[in-house]
């Protein structure tokens, strides 16, 4: 089945740093990712939509310049925390639809837990 | 942008019990997932369905699309059972959450 691949799975870094999370779809191209954030006993929430071969879309408030998002491949999507501080921690999950017909589930990756000192 | 609600927020059961959880939305949707999340994060996938009625072991799922809401039947619940269970629909070509159901089953 189709598998989503998202690493790494937790992370801890220093506040003013930056931090990369990769998504990638391990058996299936994935033209569209979608990265989420979650808060402590919260939902998730959609960030952003990644989209291979331009630039990405973000829901309003996010800022663009702080989450950056890549989509180099048909398989791989990046996320970038950049000068990342505590208020950023949170989990950060990744998913793509697996489009064998015109509607199809989406595929979670297993979520990375950032965690900003 | 949609509204998706979920009912109830927080659940409480006896091992053995049944449960049903709604979500309701707030307009046309092209799919709807449920989901268990475990203690870890991890979203399982319980079912992909945007309309009709599935049936997967002890759970089974019903979305009435025309209506606008879905419902996640829990039978004879374990304690493996707890954890959120959250239902997610698709429109306009986005995903939204709803807020969650925390289920708690007591051995």
């Known amino acids: 089945g189709a598998v989503v691949s998202q690493h790494p799975s937790w992370v801890i870094c220093k506040s003013g740093t930056s931090v990369k999370i990769e998504c990638r779809s391990l058996d299936f191209q994935a033209t569209t990712m979608f990265w989420y954030r979650q808060f402590p006993k919260q939902s998730l929430m959609l960030m952003a939509t990644?989209?291979?071969?331009?630039?990405?879309?973000?829901e309003q408030g996010v800022e663009k310049d702080k989450f950056l998002i890549n989509h180099a491949s048909l398989t791989l999507s990046t996320l970038t925390v950049t000068s990342a501080h505590p208020e950023d921690s949170s989990f950060y999950i990744c998913?793509?639809?697996?489009?064998?017909?015109?509607?199809?589930?989406?595929?979670f990756g297993n979520g990375t837990r950032l965690t900003v000192t | 942008g949609i509204q998706v609600e979920q009912s109830p927020p927080d659940l409480i059961l006896q091992e053995g019990a049944n449960s049903t959880l709604r979500c309701n939305f707030s307009?046309?949707?092209?799919?709807l997932q449920w989901f268990h999340q475990n203690p870890w994060g991890q979203l399982i996938n319980l079912f992909y369905i945007p309309s009709g009625t599935k049936q997967n072991g002890r759970l089974s799922a019903t979305t009435v699309a025309t209506e606008r809401y879905s419902l996640l039947y829990i039978s004879s619940s374990q304690t493996t059972d707890s954890g959120v269970y959250f239902c997610a629909v698709e429109n306009a070509g986005k995903s939204t959450f709803g807020d969650g159901t925390t289920l708690t089953v007591k051995p």
């Open positions: 998913s793509a639809p697996f489009r064998q017909a015109h509607n199809s589930p989406l595929h």
């Open positions: 990644s989209n291979e071969g331009s630039k990405a879309t973000y």
């Open positions: 307009d046309s949707v092209n799919n």
